[in-house]
């Protein structure tokens, strides 16, 4: 039989004691469960088991049906259950420089003033400084996977300190390794790509996962980094997905239209942003089921090619697209703003554009953005099968969401609810891999004082060199 459902601070003790147990169960009773699994849908009232690190079974009751004996069990009613979400494209090593330039003017300005301004300043320890605030912040906000795209491997200790980071958070991570787009650098990049998978990444049954982050085009940083024959056959030899940023306009288009006939596309490869690309391209990634990686505030606000996200664009060649943070010198650190952003650009436009006409608008709805958020996410870096949705032998990668907060009751549709309503403070815990990672709404192994003097150090250290340089 289970154990009576404890206090949430008994809880936490009893989580920690049973981390080490591979056969330990955590019994989530009374929830709202939205899997964003097509088959199971949204449970108005059920339990979800977490055995060791995966999801072993969801059901309206199953305490009624026995459990084992050493089970815990947590009283979880009022709260909704919903996969952690996946952010598909952040630049981790830059947090400690968020909100640097909030009212960027355009990419160049941002090129400029971080990438070529103060990213050369960099140390490993400032690598390590940032990579590790912006996963701390993922996880508070209820991101469970976060793809780094980590574009400041000056040297081996770079790529080392971000790595290592990520691993000390906890979080479901994805080391995307690209080399600076300027300033001094070892030269290292993508032949270290070899020694990082066999360090750090020997294993597939682990929390990190590693990709080679490059570029569409050589515009901004010349034509070393500009996607091709050559780091396609590295990230092929290596086994490993690719990840590639400022996908613009008409020469992204008439790259993507090349790589394609070279076929250099695929499931395996994520192209970021996508704005302004031409027909062709879009049904050339349509035909090699190439993901997409939006990242709406950035492209929204920064005025990236056409500043509108590339929804529509990539919903009608039945491309279902991902989310994304991008650079939080400018924008906000949470998935809830992005959702939010998509689902109001897209349906504003949808209703501008048949404004005067008897046109009947095509408006996407908060189950998409979650969809984009969650299961689409996990499905564009190669992580479908592990995580994404609440299903049964997928990774415990999940939040408890209170619905009875002030700001979420009563609650009425639980999509909605997520969507439209909640912020990181209502998320009440995060577990990753069946780990609890947030408890009663706090992040869990921070010092937040140490942490404070860590990052101020390291940014007015950066900001000091670079002004120096």
């Not at 991902?322 to 809830?336: G, K, Y």
Request: hydrophobic share 45%; net charge negative.
């Amino acid at each position: 039989m289970t154990t009576p459902a404890p206090t949430a601070a008994a809880s936490l003790d009893q989580l920690r004691r049973q981390s080490a147990d591979p056969g330990r169960r955590i019994l989530l009773t009374g929830a709202t469960i939205v899997t964003m699994d097509p088959d199971l849908g949204v449970l108005p009232q059920a339990d979800l088991l977490i055995q060791d690190s995966t999801i072993a079974a969801i059901a309206p009751d199953l305490r009624a049906h026995g459990g084992a004996d050493g089970t815990l069990v947590i009283d979880v009613t009022g709260s909704i259950l919903v996969p952690g979400f996946v952010d598909t494209h952040r630049h981790a090593w830059e947090a400690q420089l968020r909100r640097i330039m909030p009212d960027v003017n355009d990419l160049g300005e941002y090129v400029m003033s971080t990438l070529s301004g103060i990213a050369p300043a960099y140390q490993p320890q400032d690598m390590y400084v940032g990579t590790r605030l912006a996963a701390l912040t993922a996880i508070d906000s209820g991101i469970t996977t976060m793809l780094d795209f980590s574009h400041n491997s000056r040297t081996p200790a770079h790529s080392d300190s971000a790595i290592q980071a990520l691993i000390d958070t906890g979080i479901r991570g994805v080391h995307a390794s690209m080399r600076p787009h300027f300033g001094d650098w070892d030269g290292q990049w993508p032949a270290d790509l070899t020694r990082l998978k066999e360090t750090y990444f020997a294993s597939d049954d682990q929390l990190l996962t590693l990709r080679l982050a490059t570029l569409a085009t050589g515009e901004i940083a010349g034509p070393d980094l500009a996607y091709g024959e050559h780091l396609a056959r590295v990230a092929r030899d290596l086994d490993i997905g690719v990840s590639i940023d400022a996908v613009f306009g008409v020469p992204s288009s008439d790259a993507i239209v090349g790589w394609a006939k070279g076929e250099l596309l695929g499931p395996d490869v994520t192209l970021i942003h996508c704005t302004g690309l031409t027909a062709e391209a879009w049904q050339a990634m349509a035909d090699t089921g190439t993901s997409v990686s939006l990242a709406p505030t950035s492209e929204a606000q920064i005025g990236l090619e056409s500043a509108i996200p590339a929804i529509d664009e990539a919903l009608a060649v039945g491309i279902r697209p991902s989310l994304s943070i991008d650079v939080e010198v400018a924008l906000a650190s949470d998935m809830f703003t992005q959702m939010r952003a998509l689902h109001a650009i897209q349906r504003m436009r949808a209703v501008n554009a048949a404004y005067g006409t008897t046109a009947t608008p095509t408006r996407i709805g908060v189950r998409d953005v979650l969809d984009f958020a969650t299961l689409q996410g996990a499905r564009s870096i190669g992580l479908g099968n592990v995580t994404g949705s609440l299903t049964p032998g997928k990774q415990a990668d999940l939040l408890v969401v209170h619905a009875e907060d002030l700001n979420n009751m009563p609650l009425n549709d639980p999509i909605g609810t997520l969507v439209l309503g909640s912020d990181p403070r209502n998320i009440d815990a995060v577990f990753i891999a069946g780990q609890v990672r947030k408890w009663a709404g706090t992040v869990l192994d921070v010092d937040l004082q140490a942490l404070r003097e860590e990052v101020r150090h390291s940014r007015d250290r950066v900001l000091q060199a670079a002004r120096h340089d």
